[in-house]
């Protein structure tokens, strides 16, 4: 099935294709329409949070919990969220866990320009980049995959032309994942530092796992446009 999708709806609708079970949000141009077309997929419980920083503990706890999760926001609301992102980091996830950063190069309705793709490289966190909405679809479902098989969140940049853009996009069926049991393990989810520093060493064996699986993805690709 063939559908005419702007970025932040083909989002939501590789979301609902992955098998995501909760959302959370705060809302803020050009990411708004993101959690409110999840709220149209019955399967998922999607909910607006009072801040970023908020929506994105949520999150957390619902892949601890052992479903997929998404988190989404405006590039600044990654300012409010950097606490619980680093950290989380760290820790890694049970279900899969997306944090949605859409970015606003030109500043059409924010207080600033902002390069979010510094947070990947600061929080050691893989990052998706799609160049429309067809991508925007594909690299949700690719990124919960990446998430579960690296114990990572995993952060997703857009920007406004991407995020309201329409292109066309090939839709599939939904994965129905099933909940992943909770197990208790306070070295791995409690950040204290007598356990934060192992986990340090993890997040680096993890990094050079993703420099491995890099050159491989079918989105790490150079188009080149013009002469």
């Not at 979010?116 to 490289?121: E, F, P, Q, T, V």
């Not at 690719?142 to 857009?158: C, G, I, K, Q």
């Amino acid at each position: 099935m063939k559908q005419l999708l702007t970025g932040n709806e083909a989002i939501a609708r590789g979301a609902w294709e992955a098998g995501v079970l909760f959302a959370s949000a705060y809302p803020g141009t050009p990411s708004t329409e993101i959690l409110k077309n999840l709220t149209g997929y019955e399967e998922i419980f999607a909910e607006w949070a009072p801040n970023e920083k908020v929506g994105l503990e949520a999150a957390a706890g619902a892949s601890m919990a052992g479903v997929r999760s998404i988190s989404s926001m405006k590039h600044v609301g990654v300012n409010v969220a950097a606490d619980p992102l680093f950290t989380f980091a760290y820790t890694g996830v049970n279900g899969g866990m997306v944090i949605i950063t859409a970015d606003e190069p030109g500043q059409h309705s924010s207080q600033n320009e902002q390069d979010n793709r510094y947070y990947a490289l600061s929080a050691k966190v893989p990052m998706f980049e799609p160049s429309n909405s067809q991508e925007c679809k594909d690299m949700m479902i690719a990124a919960y995959e990446m998430s579960e098989a690296y114990d990572t969140p995993v952060l997703m940049r857009v920007t406004t032309r991407i995020c309201h853009s329409k292109s066309i996009v090939e839709c599939g069926e939904r994965l129905e994942g099933q909940t992943k049991p909770y197990v208790k393990d306070v070295t791995k989810n409690l950040m204290v530092p007598a356990f934060a520093t192992k986990r340090r060493v993890v997040v680096e064996d993890r990094m050079n796992q993703l420099k491995e699986h890099a050159p491989n993805s079918p989105y790490n690709y150079i188009e080149k446009v013009g002469k």
